[in-house]
C-alpha cells in the first residue's frame, strides 16, 4: 500500500532495504540479457518477435 506522502526517493530507500545483493544482481543480468538479445539479434524473425515483445511491455520505438 502506498501511502499518501510517498516520493521516489522514498521508494529507493525502501528498495535498499528489501532488495538483497542477490536480486540486484538477477535483475541486472536479465536487464543485461534482454539488451543484448534486443540490439544483437538480427535475424528477422527473432528480431520482429523481440519488437512485437517490446511494444507489448509499453516501450515505444518509433
Keep these: ?3 499518501a506522502n510517498d516520493s ?3 521508494r529507493i530507500e525502501h528498495a535498499r ?5 542477490a536480486r ?3 535483475g541486472v543480468a536479465l536487464v543485461a ?3 543484448f ?4 539479434m538480427q ?4 528480431h520482429d518477435s523481440l ?12
Design 37 to 40: 538479445l534486443l540490439l544483437f
Design 8 to 10: 521516489v526517493h522514498g
Design 17 to 21: 532495504i528489501e532488495l538483497t545483493p
Design 43 to 46: 535475424d528477422p524473425m527473432v
Design 51 to 62: 519488437h512485437n515483445f517490446r511494444h507489448a511491455a509499453g516501450v515505444t520505438c518509433h
Design 1 to 3: 500500500m502506498a501511502a
Design 33 to 35: 540479457a534482454l539488451g
Design 24 to 26: 540486484v544482481a538477477a
